[in-house]
Structures are given as structure tokens and as C-alpha cells.
């Protein structure tokens, strides 16, 4: 009978079970038919328990430290405590110690994601504000596209866990599972959409020509009174697929031109209204980490969550816009968040 190096969990579960049973050791040996060693090294490692945590006692962090703590903080966005703490010659001090110090100062926040803008960029979007300063912005079309992925965004996994409560189990692609892309429109109080691209079709001029006809042209455009249709402005933003010769051809071949086309200046999402709406949408598909299993799952509960979005949230959205010109000026161009 050889020696074998660790036990399997079910022989484990068999140890117990046996020992309950006041079988002997060297008798449970022989039933598994394992080494009298390792039964016994398993029994008395068992019986053991744990060792009790030794409380090392806590360095103590003077006025003067924290000061320097603070302007460290300050002077440092991003880094860690244990950086932090470096920075100000600190040594000693636990993880769990720095954090609570830090919470006291400070707050843990990730780093702003926004276009970059040179010079050329904020010109334009201050000439764009004065453009339109004047518009009455309740029909202005405000259209853009979304990706929903299965998973959503990583950092959105993330929430409060009662004591004593596991975490739940997230799944792991090994590709990603793709995604749907979302088209959609808001004017006024209304939602246009949301419409979904065929998957596997890549938006170039031709195929987004196709899909505004398929999609918003047939389906809602066509129903409007011609009123309407002659007072609406359409806004896209400059993607290759919106703003090429072909598209602005095509659009102009609808009726779209000229003034009923806004013009709109580069790098500018923070401008557009409707990226607002995708931040709802988003929030109420992946609250509490929600994961999806199919790319039809994920559209239907983007179907769901748009439906829900009412036409005074929408309001608020478009009426926004004159805020964002005042800002825009104001900012001389520059980035003015969402």
C-alpha cells in the first residue's frame, strides 16, 4: 500500500463520517486503503483549528503627519495609500489604517474619460454655440448610436455585500460574448426607437443609409405631419458613416438639408443630450451587475428600460441644450461634462 500525497475531498468527507462512527485511525486507513500517516496527519491538522491573529500594535499617525498627508492627497489624484504614505516617508502604517485615514480627506474616484480637445476643437464649438443660440431646440432630432455588451462595464460589478453573505458568482467569457448596437432618437418629449443593427453589419455610408430607411424613415418619420417634417432638425455627430458624401447626399435626397441638418463641431459627446439617455438605459440594465446569456436578452431588456424612460426625463434632456451653449461659451470651447 504506497503513500499518496493528499487526499481527495470525498475521502475526506469519508474521514469524517468514520470518525464518527468511532472507527479507529488505523481501521479507516485500511477502509480507504491509504496510509496510516496520512489519515493520521489529516485527523490531528483537523483537530487543531485555526490560530488566533496575534493584534500587532498600530503605528500612530501624529498631527503633523496627517497634514502631510493631506497635501500629499492633494498634490498625487489617482495614487494608492500605500503611495500616498510613501510619498510622505510614512512607514508602518496598515492598509486597512491608511484607507481609514484617507476616507476622512478624501474619496476613491476613477479618472474622467473625455474627448481631447485642442485648440481648433474648442473654436469650433464655440462658433457652434453662437450658431444656434437662437434655436428653438424642442425640434431638434437628436440622434446617436450605443454598443451593449453582455457584461457591461467591469467597475459596475461592484456594490455592498452583507456580513456573512457571499459574493455572487459573475460570469467569465473568454471572448467577451459580442454586442447589440442600439440607434435612437429624442426630440421634444418623444423617444424615436431605440432600433436595432443587424448583427454582423459594420456601419459604413451605405449600410447606414439603409438602416435609416429601414428604420426611421419607414417607421417613424413617414407617420409625421409635413409640418413637422419641414420645421425638424436632424443632428448626427461626425462619424465616418453620418458625415460623408454619400450619406449627406442621401439625407438631402430626403428632405434633410441645408439648415435642417445641424452642423456639428468634432469631439463633442458632452453636447449631445441623447448621451444622457444611453447613461439611463445602462444604470437600469446592469444595476446590481446584472449579467446577459444572449445577445437577444440584452436588446430585449434595452426594449425594457427604454420604454420605462418617460417623456418628462426626456424633456428635461432636450431642454438642457441651452444650458449647455451658456456653458460652452462660457468655458471658451472647452469640455463641459454630461
Not at 497634514?67 to 489624484?77: D, G
Not at 467591469?154 to 457571499?166: H, L, M, N, P, S
Not at 468634432?266 to 449579467?291: A, R, T, V
Amino acid at each position: 500500500m504506497g503513500q499518496k500525497k493528499d487526499l481527495t475531498g470525498s475521502e475526506k468527507s469519508k474521514i469524517v463520517r468514520y470518525l464518527a462512527e468511532e472507527c479507529s485511525s488505523l481501521k479507516i486507513a485500511k477502509l480507504l486503503k491509504r496510509d496510516h500517516r496520512t489519515i493520521k496527519r489529516f485527523i490531528q491538522n483537523s483537530q487543531q483549528g485555526r490560530k488566533k491573529r496575534v493584534e500587532k500594535p498600530r503605528r500612530k499617525i501624529t498631527a503633523h503627519e496627517l497634514r502631510k498627508v493631506k497635501r500629499a492627497a492633494a498634490k498625487m489624484p489617482l495614487a494608492t495609500s500605500l503611495a500616498i504614505f510613501q510619498s510622505c516617508n510614512i512607514t508602518g502604517v496598515p492598509k486597512s489604517t491608511r484607507c481609514a485615514i484617507l476616507r476622512d480627506m478624501a474619496k476613491v474616484r476613477k479618472a474622467e474619460r473625455r474627448p481631447p480637445l485642442n485648440k481648433t476643437h474648442k473654436l469650433k464649438r464655440q462658433d457652434w454655440a453662437k450658431k444656434y443660440l437662437k434655436t428653438g431646440f424642442s425640434k431638434v432630432l437628436w440622434t446617436d448610436e450605443m454598443r451593449v455588451s453582455l457584461d457591461g462595464p467591469d467597475g459596475w460589478a461592484r456594490g455592498w455585500i452583507g456580513k456573512g453573505q457571499r459574493a455572487p458568482v459573475r460570469l467569465r467569457r473568454q471572448q467577451g460574448g459580442g454586442g447589440v448596437l442600439v440607434w435612437a432618437g429624442i426630440i421634444k418629449d418623444e423617444l424615436v426607437g431605440p432600433f436595432r443593427v443587424e448583427d454582423g453589419v459594420k456601419l459604413n455610408s451605405q449600410s447606414y443609409c439603409q438602416f435609416l430607411e429601414d428604420t426611421f424613415f419607414k417607421q417613424w418619420y413617414r407617420k409625421k405631419s409635413a409640418s413637422f417634417k419641414k420645421n425638424m432638425i436632424f443632428m448626427q455627430d461626425n462619424a465616418p458613416s453620418h458625415a460623408s458624401k454619400y450619406s449627406t447626399a442621401w439625407l438631402a435626397r430626403k428632405g434633410i438639408k441645408e439648415e435642417k441638418l445641424m452642423t456639428w463641431p468634432p469631439c463633442s459627446p458632452d453636447l449631445n443630450p441623447i448621451e444622457s439617455l444611453w447613461s439611463i438605459i445602462k444604470c437600469e440594465i446592469y444595476k446590481e451587475g446584472k449579467q446577459y446569456t444572449s445577445l437577444n436578452s440584452v436588446w430585449e431588456a434595452v426594449v425594457a428600460a427604454a420604454r420605462n424612460v418617460d417623456g418628462e426625463q426626456i424633456k428635461t434632456l432636450t431642454e438642457s441644450m441651452d444650458g449647455r451653449l451658456l456653458s460652452v461659451l462660457a468655458k471658451k470651447g472647452g469640455y463641459i461634462g454630461r
